[in-house]
């Protein structure tokens, strides 16, 4: 139960994107503010359903014959998958890692015949792409209303219209989150309650279950993922008020119908597929298919990946109790290397909403760079001009003699002169003595 929680919480931070990304990357709402509203309002959501949860504790996988060891199997799986997308920024489903790891611990222990293939097809597979699919038909179509519609509007009045209702569709779509993936921790819960004999098979989630996967997905989301924050709010497509105001409500609305359907839905996939609606919905404007097609390639394999980390903790936890430890330890251990690689390069809500500042240039271009031998002396304008050309200004002269010398200055040139022998600099030639030959070679370089 306390892995379950850790991998709720994983859940919030992981899904922050999907309600407040569009309102911070537009200014609706200053980041600490959007992300305090979401974990209120997926607190309030955990309580309006229960479906979700029976999905996931009843429908899934046959729980007769499910040992508690086989549960903290899968959410391992669950939250590495969920901790590596994080870290690499991409917005991946936490609902089919969890569903991934629960059914490969399960095939593990049991077998194939403990995996509800029904279920798994008509409330998981198909939602997964479908989902994504109509919402973002709904966006585009709501973006192009949404544009139409206030063609003829102010521009600064109906700009401010839009920020108000991105703000409360925002709050529709925490709402909805909290609907949706808070009860898949509820019902992994109650399914290891049911697992340990605490409770009868077929029982709902009781309300303690209800209120702690409420608190520990709050938690989360106000920590705020904000690596997946900037690809979902920049990374896939430039958004006005216009086009987060269509993508947060069509997202909302698909995500509370799949709720009260009990679809185990992914908010990820839904969020992910309006945002693309909306870009695609504004004239002129652009979806990154690069970034995109990233998610698309995660989005495949977070199930089987998961299933295959699930399976590999139920191989190790069936050893026993000392096998359990091991699994327990390396979650621990894997998880802590995650973050330390996070904090070389920290995204927070000072820095959210910028782009990506250019790569600097190599030491090895820098050393190029510095130590770049000078033009030859400049020669008087006099003595170079001829009918038709521009004589030499001596104040760029000047200020290009400037520019070499502090270049040469640099450490790395002075670093790089001293390493160069005597014998190998050029003999000083006395200009009252040298001569310029006719022509130049033919091979001058």
């Given at each position: ?291 995109a097609g990233r998610m698309a390639i995660a989005w495949v394999l977070t199930l089987p990946a998961a299933a295959l980390v699930g399976a590999g903790a139920e191989a190790v936890t069936g050893l026993g109790d000392w096998g359990t430890a091991l699994v327990a330890v390396f979650l621990v251990a894997s998880s802590a290397a995650i973050w330390k690689i996070s904090r070389r390069q ?100």
């Amino acid at each position: 139960m306390v892995t379950a929680l850790a991998f709720d919480f994983t859940n919030g931070f992981h899904d922050t994107a999907n309600a407040m990304a569009t309102t911070i990357s537009t200014g609706a709402l200053k980041p600490k503010i959007a992300v305090a509203m979401s974990a209120a309002l997926n607190l309030v959501g955990a309580f309006l359903s229960v479906e979700v949860a029976n999905t996931i504790s009843k429908g899934l996988v046959d729980e007769t014959g499910i040992r508690p060891e086989v549960i903290f199997a899968a959410l391992v799986g669950a939250i590495l998958w969920n901790l590596l997308t994080w870290l690499v920024g991409l917005p991946s489903s936490s609902s089919h890692a969890l569903m991934g790891g629960l059914i490969g611990a399960t095939i593990a222990s049991v077998g194939v015949g403990a995996v509800h293939g029904d279920a798994l097809v008509t409330k998981v597979v198909i939602p997964a792409v479908a989902a994504p699919v109509v919402a973002g038909l709904a966006a585009m179509v709501a973006t192009r209303l949404s544009y139409t519609i206030g063609r003829k509007a102010d521009g600064k009045a109906a700009e401010k219209g839009h920020r108000a209702g991105q703000i409360a569709s925002a709050g529709l779509v925490s709402l909805a989150h909290g609907t949706n993936d808070a009860q898949k921790t509820m019902g992994v819960i109650t399914l290891a309650l049911i697992a340990g004999g605490a409770i009868a098979p077929g029982s709902n989630p009781p309300t303690w279950v209800i209120l702690s996967a409420g608190l520990a997905i709050a938690l989360g989301t106000y920590i705020g993922g904000w690596r997946i924050i900037r690809t979902m709010g920049t990374g896939l497509t430039d958004l006005q008020p216009q086009q987060g105001f269509a993508a947060q409500t069509s997202a909302a609305t698909a995500i509370l119908a799949s709720s009260h359907l009990g679809f185990s839905l992914s908010t990820t996939h839904v969020v992910s597929g309006s945002v693309m609606g909306a870009g695609l919905g504004r004239k002129g404007g652009v979806v990154r298919w690069s970034t995109a097609g990233r998610m698309a390639i995660a989005w495949v394999l977070t199930l089987p990946a998961a299933a295959l980390v699930g399976a590999g903790a139920e191989a190790v936890t069936g050893l026993g109790d000392w096998g359990t430890a091991l699994v327990a330890v390396f979650l621990v251990a894997s998880s802590a290397a995650i973050w330390k690689i996070s904090r070389r390069q920290v995204v927070d809500h000072t820095n959210v909403t910028e782009t990506a500042a250019e790569e600097p240039a190599g030491v090895v271009t820098q050393a190029i760079a510095a130590v770049t031998p000078p033009p030859a002396a400049p020669v008087p304008a006099a003595a170079t001009a001829t009918a038709g050309s521009p004589a030499v200004d001596p104040t760029a002269v000047e200020s290009l003699a400037a520019s070499v010398s502090d270049a040469l200055a640099t450490p790395a040139a002075e670093e790089l002169a001293a390493r160069i022998p005597a014998q190998a600099t050029a003999p000083v030639i006395d200009p009252s003595t040298a001569s310029a030959p006719a022509t130049p070679p033919a091979a001058t370089v």
